[in-house]
């Protein structure tokens, strides 16, 4: 029965994100960061700018450990990860509500409702991915964890956290407040309010010791980050902070109704972490901007879910009533298979459940052209590229690409140097779609760019490699 749920689970997930998708979304960062790992002949231009993010954790050797042991192809490896992680999130939370004292109904509920992927206002995180990403498997860990500490389980506490930290060390250190707030609520007379006070002291010297020891970003680094505006707070549009806010007070509500406050100090406690962080970050220290300590909402509305579970099925009111009770679980389960059924076929969607490889289209079979050519080949495409047309070149191509917007912009937050480059090059092609011969050959000699990629709407007097119905592959030289 738990094997029929889990896969239930997994495929209600899969669908309300649109389905799984290899070479997707932050895969763009990630995938080449482990080819690099697997095949150090790779970007041999790029490195500068993989390594600047990629330094700050070991997943990206991890998984090139992971799929040299197990002989899969990054495409397999990728989708028996996203597995994984959603299995791991199914148990984590079927364990968490558990031990909450939730009935099975409403279990099953809490289950559905997080099926439903949704981006967290103005965090720059979605509470599922539609293709393997580090932090979701980090997250269900810190549900391990946070399960581990209800239990007084710590040698499984420590275990479950330090894998999450090694995965994504950001993710684990939100559930570290979590955990150690939930400590503080149990613990007796004077040691909790040490314990308190040492919490806040700790978070708030945190940022106070970042601003003075490390290093300010200054305007220019600061307007290479313009294009993602979750990164700043002050800039978030009233319905970000509207929902972002109402975590809290619907939390505390909820948890006084059921008396039962172990999710009270956790969701004051994560709300304390964005309150402290909020005039470093506006004030553009480097690793308060980093941290993106506003993704501390990602947790809290997780928990809100828990708690909304509860006062669907098991609170008072409704419990008196089978019609409510049945009413509410036929909603959750018919919105989360709707909502999946159409974000599968609506218009402007692939129409398939799973992709595990690439997909088969002009821009994958331009790219594999451009794979098989000599590694240090750099590429130059439209900065938008990876966003118009699916995947970006250094994932399709596993090639050096001049600029990619949307990927080099965010990891531009790491490195000053990084985001300078980004912003010279995205300013050299802004015009890209109007480029003539000479100009494109202008750019390939100060970038040291070997082939140009156009649609063939954009007939180039250059000569031409390859070409498909939709792309030409021009040579720079």
């Not at 993989?50 to 991890?62: G, M, N």
């Not at 509500?253 to 304390?272: E, G, H, M, Q, V």
């Not at 990619?404 to 300078?420: N, Q």
């Not at 980004?422 to 390939?444: F, N, P, V």
Request: net charge positive; glycine share 4%.
């Amino acid at each position: 029965m738990k094997l029929a749920r889990l896969a239930l689970f997994i495929l209600l997930a899969t669908a309300n994100s649109g389905g799984y998708r290899y070479g997707a979304g932050d895969q763009a960062f990630y995938q080449p960061a482990v080819e690099v790992r697997l095949h150090p002949e790779l970007f041999p231009r790029d490195r500068a700018l993989i390594e600047s993010q990629a330094k700050l954790t070991v997943v990206d050797e991890t998984l090139a450990a992971a799929s040299r042991l197990t002989h899969l192809d990054l495409p397999q490896l990728f989708f028996v990860l996203y597995l994984g992680s959603l299995a791991a999130m199914f148990l984590a939370a079927e364990q968490l509500a558990a031990l909450f004292g939730v009935s099975p109904t409403a279990s099953a509920v809490f289950l559905t409702l997080l099926t439903l992927k949704h981006r967290v206002a103005k965090t720059g995180a979605n509470t599922l991915e539609g293709y393997m990403h580090p932090r979701q498997l980090a997250f269900a860990l810190g549900v391990f964890a946070f399960s581990a500490s209800l239990k007084r389980r710590w040698v499984l506490l420590a275990v479950c956290w330090i894998l999450a930290a090694v995965i994504h060390p950001t993710t684990a250190a939100w559930w570290a407040i979590a955990i150690a707030a939930e400590r503080v609520l149990t613990t007796s007379g004077r040691q909790r309010a040490l314990m308190a006070v040492t919490l806040l002291v700790f978070v708030a010297g945190f940022f106070v010791a970042s601003s003075l020891g490390l290093a300010m970003m200054d305007a220019q680094w600061v307007r290479v980050l313009d294009s993602k505006d979750y990164v700043f707070a002050a800039g978030w549009p009233a319905y970000a902070w509207f929902f972002n806010l109402l975590y809290l007070p619907l939390i505390l509500l909820i948890s006084k109704y059921k008396n039962d406050a172990r999710l009270t100090a956790p969701a004051l406690a994560l709300f304390a972490a964005f309150v402290c962080s909020y005039p470093f970050t506006e004030s553009h220290v480097g690793l308060a901007v980093q941290l993106q300590v506003s993704r501390v909402f990602w947790l809290m509305d997780f928990f809100l879910a828990l708690a909304g579970a509860w006062l669907l099925i098991d609170s008072p009111f409704v419990r008196e009533s089978r019609w409510l009770r049945q009413t509410a679980v036929a909603a959750a389960l018919l919105l989360a298979v709707g909502r999946g059924i159409y974000t599968l076929y609506e218009p402007a969607a692939e129409h398939s459940l799973v992709r595990i490889d690439l997909k088969k289209d002009d821009w994958t079979e331009a790219m594999s052209w451009i794979r098989a050519q000599p590694a240090d080949w750099q590429v130059l495409a439209n900065p938008d590229h990876a966003w118009l047309y699916g995947t970006s070149v250094r994932v399709s191509a596993a090639h050096d690409v001049v600029v990619e917007s949307v990927k080099d912009s965010a990891i531009s937050m790491y490195d000053r140097s990084v985001a300078m480059r980004t912003a010279e090059r995205l300013a050299a092609l802004s015009s890209y779609d109007t480029l003539d011969a000479g100009r494109a050959r202008a750019i390939g000699r100060a970038y040291d760019a070997r082939v140009m990629v156009t649609e063939t709407t954009h007939a180039l007097d250059l000569p031409l490699l390859h070409r498909n119905a939709t792309f030409a592959v021009y040579d720079l030289r």
